[in-house]
Each structure stands twice: as C-alpha cells, then as structure tokens.
C-alpha cells in the first residue's frame, strides 16, 4: 500500500456552516504522504465544504486545519501563498476559464505566482499537456471546443502548473463514461506513482475507490464514520456504509 505514517493534511474538531445550519460538526481526518485517500459521503453531505475550507476558500467556525505542518488560519499570507503552491486542484467540472485557452489556462497559476518568461511558460503548458495525455494541439482550443474526457485532463494539467506535492481532485471521473472514467482514474495513479503526490479525491465513484484508493474516509451527519482500506468499509455494519459499499451497484461493480 502506498503512503506513509507522515500526517501531511490534520483535521480536527472541524465545525463548519452557513447561517443557523452546521455543515461538518466536529470532523478529525488525517491525510498521509504519498497516499490516495478517497472521501465519501452522502450527497449534500459537506465534502465539498471540507475540501474548499481544507483550501482556505471557507471559513470555519472553530477546529483545526494543518497543511504540511502549517495551520491555516494563523498563519500569514506569505505563508498561505508559499501552501498555495504545493497544492493543486481539480475543482467538479475541471472549471476551466472559458475565454481562455488551454495553454493559457495552464499558465494561470504560473503566472499568478511565478515570475518566468512567455518561453519557459509554453515549455511548461506543452510538459503539462503531455503529461496528462494531451496533444500539443490542444494547447491553442477554448474549452468548449473540448469533449468532456478532455476537460478534466486540461484542469488537471492547470493543476499540476506549480508541480504541487498535493492533489486535490472534486469528482475527477462525474460526468465522463465508464471507459474514459477507468483511463482517467489510471492516469491519476500513474501520476500519483510517478511524482509521489499525496491525492485528497472526493469521489462517488466505486471504480475508483476500489482501483486506485489507498485508503477511504466517510462523511455522514458533519462527522468521519470511517476511515480504512476498501475492506473497512466493507466489513462497516453502518447503514450508510452497508448501503453504498454493499448495495445493488457495488455488487455491479464487483466490488461486494
Ligand atoms: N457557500 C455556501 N453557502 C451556503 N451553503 C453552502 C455553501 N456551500 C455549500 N453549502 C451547503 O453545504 C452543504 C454541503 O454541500 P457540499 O457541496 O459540500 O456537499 P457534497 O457532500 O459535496 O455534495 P455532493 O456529493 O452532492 O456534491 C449543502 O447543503 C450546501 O447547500
């Protein structure tokens, strides 16, 4: 299994919400180095909100959040912006700025925060595309002149631009069909393999979570009701967990 004991992101005591509502009521999760934890939970649930405030782009009501030993928050903004480029994210729907390239797209984070020449800026989009399994062609296409396969590989290029050290991955395979789900989740452990990236991937997806995931945790009612490899949610006598990891479609899956 991969990963290691090193806690690179800590969550504790999380409180998250929006006027009267709580959202995550009290979550604790750790994220190892080097490992794909896939994150579940019921739909609504808040893995969004925990991924967004993990990202400093929610507030949280009281809790901890540690990124490489740095706690969000109380840290400055030099601090933030240094954390900044060691992630890199695949918002749901690659969320691509449409007037912009895909080259241009893979440049928005280079030219946010690296001060490089045009030249060196193409060099890198053209090593991105590649790496993701895109043709130089698709370096000069909007994105609405990409399929949906193509999207996600294009955001997760633009996410990979600062060559971070996490990953974070909002419903990477929503939206594409089983064959293209299966390359992009093998792209994603190849990468994940071959730049030793820790993967933090929210995910409905149970071909996923069989395949690539080293180990998987569980949001229910604003709290982790479990955390484990694939057979600990197996074994889990949840209901929730039951239901989603033994039900009709994970049998379909073969995964019960
Ligand atoms: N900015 C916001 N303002 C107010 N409410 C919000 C905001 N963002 C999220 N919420 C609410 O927080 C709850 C959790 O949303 P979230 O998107 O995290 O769910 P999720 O678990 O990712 O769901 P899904 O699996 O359906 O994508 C929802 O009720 C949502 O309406």
Redesign the pocket.
Known sequence: MRGSNETVIRVRGLEVG?GETL?LKGVDLDVWRGEILGFV?T???????LMRTILGLLPKRSGLVEVCGIELGSCSRAQHRRLEQRWGVLFQNGALFSSLTVKQNIQVPIREYLKVSQQLMDEIAFAKLEMVGLSVDAADKFPSELSGGMVKRAALARALALDPDILFLDEPTSGLDPIRATEFDELITTLQRTLGLTVFM?T?DLDSLHDSCDRIAALADGRIIAEGPIETMLASEHPWLKAYFRGKRARAAGIA
Request: charged letters at 10%; a positive charge; proline letters at 0%.
């Open positions: 929006f959202v939970g739909s609504g649930g808040g893995k969004s909100v929210v409905h």
